[in-house]
């Protein structure tokens, strides 16, 4: 499972022509689920995220305080580019990306865990399968890169 945090000032994500998530002040993740991802890559990185120390302390001191901490946001969006193999050629490999239905099981479950550790109406997600267009105002600017099998 890997993943791409990005510390927002606001983000939103568009189908078509309708916005149908937001958030103002958060994470922006980008989600990518394995053939070999399994429940416990799901706990181990929605701990790390709700966890993980990206924002500054009340004296602008950095990297003190978890989304938990400042009553942040998180907007998802399943991304299965994450996972393409690039070594060979000039055209992305996808095999080692999960099959569409066994992938949004994971990350349902992933949503879930983050759901119930920073509650339901701070967890914004895209939808599932679709083309989406996703903008971001990136704070800092902060991008981590998460890995369950780093």
């Not at 393409?84 to 479950?109: C, I, M, S, W």
């Not at 879930?112 to 914004?124: Q, Y």
Request: overall charge neutral; glycine content about 10%; hydrophobic content about 40%.
């Amino acid at each position: 499972m890997k993943i791409v945090l990005q510390k927002v000032s606001e983000a939103s994500v568009t189908v078509g022509n309708a916005i149908v998530s937001q958030i103002k002040h958060g994470y922006m993740l980008l989600v990518g689920i394995g053939v070999d991802d399994t429940v416990e890559d799901i706990d181990k990185l929605s701990k790390k995220i709700l966890n993980f120390r990206g924002f500054d302390d009340d004296s602008g001191y950095g990297w003190k305080r978890n989304i938990k901490d400042v009553g942040g946001e998180i907007l998802s969006v399943s991304q299965f580019t994450l996972l393409a193999r690039t070594n060979k050629g000039t055209k992305p490999d996808f095999h080692l990306a999960q099959r569409g239905d066994l992938a949004n099981e994971l990350y349902e479950q992933f949503l879930d865990r983050l759901r119930a550790g920073l509650g339901e109406e701070k967890i914004k997600n895209g939808v599932f399968g679709a083309m989406m267009s996703c903008q971001l105002t990136n704070e800092g600017p902060v991008t981590i890169i998460f890995d369950s099998k780093a």
